[in-house]
């Protein structure tokens, strides 16, 4: 069908099946319907909406209104009620209930509830000498005669209680049905008696439904024509209605078993357009949401695939620049949202294992001797957090618990050192990425979906994708993703961050404030789309040029807005959480990044003086950037005395860093001062050994999961003689090359957690250096 069409009655599904112009949307892509598609098509048509011409008429719950019983023969029927002597009316005010006609005040004529089963008429006195404005509701044994005081209540009571009655009799009917094409009749003429009511009211198409509802709860064997005659049969009500939840459960069974069945198509899509432009909370109607959810996913079997749910979206959107409708996006990202979060149930009801948000502030280790999780992306201290224990080895050594090594997996340390502005309390709740790296259930369990759950994925991030297409939804979209709300384990899922960066990098592109600030975290101390994409975080899988894009168009609206505060404040926070991956593409030719220390350098972010002296040999060691240092150098002066005085004394390689990056920024200036390098967590191999050993200074080495081998210990064990601190934790390195250390007669303290490290090597080297004092063996054969 096609999806831009007014979907204002049921005749419009008659008078499509007449032309084969303008031929629908759905039936170019979908699979070919049964033979008897046209057949039902024209069923709904012939079964339009009947309009009523005349006074419309509110449904009648309770009211006021005279009463009068005459028991009587039915032969003196007329006499009776033609009589003046024998009428005595009494006022009574009435409720009318789903089963009974009952007063307010059970006295005198109203004494007992008269039952709608007992009502043989309901009709309008209009003789010469009737009662005026009177209605006669005949029962067995006599007459009840009710007077309004004008003839618009007499009308409004006479409708609402044919209403009541008819409705109370199909209840009863189809709560016991035993033929089912009598049962589809009687549907039927409920239709059409809800369609052609002079009723007003919710309930009036409401009850149906919610009859045929139960109807179908309560017999789940029917074949599935009979589940589509009776979809047909009640498609007019659904037009302007929403269906209740049972319905919404047999839709969305509908939906699953026969996707190309030309009722999803035909019925569902006024539905499901209506549900979307209307529907203001699917908290109260979360079958709603299922509703909608199944029918796209039907969409997407068929032919076309997700052209057809492209061409949806285009028709909910509409064709001008500005959607018309406010509560499609909020409910298309609803939708989408309760999805893809359903693809990971499974690993999500799977969290018992993994620490509490509590544990995992506080450092605590869980009871099971389990192996460190290997935190690839974590950056640790250079300053080896170490404690006193007892070793059954020896009771001098001093072993390094490296479950105490600072997990900060953004963060520079040393500008953390020196940088303004305290640091996080104790008690403030973690990072969603230090919550995705030590929980177990995503650091350790690999995310594979089923072929079910995998299509359903990559359907919903596509249309996550055609929303971020429009101008005009854009901002919201920002808005409503900005607080990441997808599960922990959707995040570690490489194929979902990986399709979902198309998003992001629309937002990313958009020069409107109100979209792109949605990258940053919504608060303090919370992550944003800008630390998961960034080099290093759990999102990335390029070389940085998103994290670049979101740098630039960030600080570009910064400047235009000539705020000085905002700039400082922006690159105080990419000092703060960014200076690694920064100071990286800067040093890969990021002119972006290039630029941003610059600004950095001259708005005086860094006060460490290693940090700085970092910062200026990043900037040296590419074209650009010693171009625009030169142009700072001629306004600031002290930048270039800073750096007579020497190089750094410390250094930490952001992670990712490869040998190139390390041989480029070592070439670039003066490191003959240096003396702690942390190349934890970077990409470098032994070739690198070739660089280090042109520091003399050195003392102190993190090569903490990296792919620093044996080749690359057997040059250091020549050269750097006087080193005094090395971490090899989760190195590939293993006895050949850590026989070599022992040459190394100044080391104090070593890290050789989770190598291939053997007891009798172990043994030999503590032999062989006297100063080793601080050591960490587990996870080896020497444990």
Known sequence: MDFNRSSGGGSNLHNQHQTDEGKPLLGEVSAPGPPDGNKMGAGLGRRALLHCNGMRYKLLQEGDIQVCVIRHPRTFLSKVLSSKFLRRLEPHHLTLTDKSLASATPTGYMENAISYSAIEDVQLLSWENAPKYCLQLTIPG?????????????????????????????????????????????????????????????SIHQAPLEIVSKLLSENTNLSTLEHENIIEAIAPLLENNHPPPDLCEFFCKHCRERPRSMVVIEVFTPVVQRILKHNMDFGKCPRLRLFTQEYILALNELNGGMEVVKKFIQSMHGPTGQCPHPRVLPNLVAVCLAAIYSCYEEFINSRDNSPSLKEIRNGCQQPCERKPLPLRLMRTNPDLVSQEVTSPIETRIKIVNSSEVHVDLERNNVVNQKLKGPAGGSESEPSLIDCLLVSPACSTMSIELSPQADRVLVCYVEILKMLSDYDDWRPALASLLQPIPFPKEALAHEKFTKELKYVIQRFAEDPRQEVHSCLLSVRAGKDGWFQLYSPGGVACDDDGELFASMVRVCNNVHILMGSCYKTKKFLLSLAENKLGPCMLLALRGSQTMVEILCLMLEYNIIENNDTQLQIISTLESTEVGKRMYEQLCDRQRELKELQRKGGPTRLTLPSKSTDADLARLLSSGSFGNLENLSLAFTNVTSACAEQLIKLPSLKQLNLWSTQFGDAGLRLLSEHLTS??????????????????????????SLNMNSTKLSADTYEDLKAKLPNLKEVDVRYTEAW
């Not at 609402?160 to 009687?186: A, D, F, G, T």
């Not at 971490?727 to 190394?744: F, I, K, Q, R, Y």
Request: charged share 20%; proline share 3%; with cysteine.
């Open 142 to 202: 006599g007459t009840i005669l009710l007077q309004a005081a004008n003839s618009y209540l007499r009308d409004q009571w006479f409708h609402s209680l044919q209403w009541k009655k008819k409705i109370y009799k199909y209840r009863k009917v189809l709560s016991n049905p035993s033929r089912w094409e009598v049962v589809l009749k009687e549907i039927r003429t409920l239709v059409d008696m809800a369609l052609s009511s002079p009723l007003q009211d919710d």
């Open 723 to 748: 080193l005094q601190v090395l971490n090899l934790c989760e190195t590939p390195v293993t006895d050949a090359g850590l026989l070599t250390l022992s040459s190394m007669k100044s080391l104090c």
